[in-house]
């Protein structure tokens, strides 16, 4: 079976920074693309960063020069670094997964982690 567990998530005040952690199992990690997403309360799910096997990266407007992906393939485990947060950066934190093995399309979520900036 196949699972991403993500962690990191939690309360901080507007300026200040987490690191989000997605640890997967199960998946030849090495060839996938790595991606984080994220839901804010009453908004569509949005693709935050994405990571490809590689090394190229693409990320959204509203978080360059604030947040970076990266990855351990070590490890297993991809990362986002956030920096000067901000209350519209909260909320559910959504890491993902896509790749091509043996001739097969795959795509795999985790159950997220919630993100609240708040003073």
């Known amino acids: 079976q196949v699972q991403l567990v993500e962690s990191g998530g939690g309360l901080v005040q507007p300026g200040g920074s987490l690191r989000l952690s997605c640890a997967a199992s199960g998946i030849i990690f090495r060839v996938y693309t790595m991606a984080w997403f994220r839901q804010g309360p009453g908004k569509e799910r949005e693709l935050v960063a994405a990571?490809?096997?590689?090394?190229?990266?693409k990320s959204s407007d509203s978080v360059k020069g604030r947040f970076t992906i990266s990855r351990d393939n070590a490890k297993n485990t991809v990362y986002l670094q956030m920096n000067s947060l901000k209350p519209e950066d909260t909320a559910v934190y959504f890491c993902?997964?896509?790749?091509?093995?043996?001739?097969?399309?795959?795509?795999?979520w985790g159950q997220g982690t919630q993100v609240t900036v708040s003073s």
């Open positions: 990571l490809t096997s590689d090394g190229d990266t």
């Open positions: 993902n997964a896509k790749g091509a093995v043996g001739g097969y399309d795959f795509e795999y």
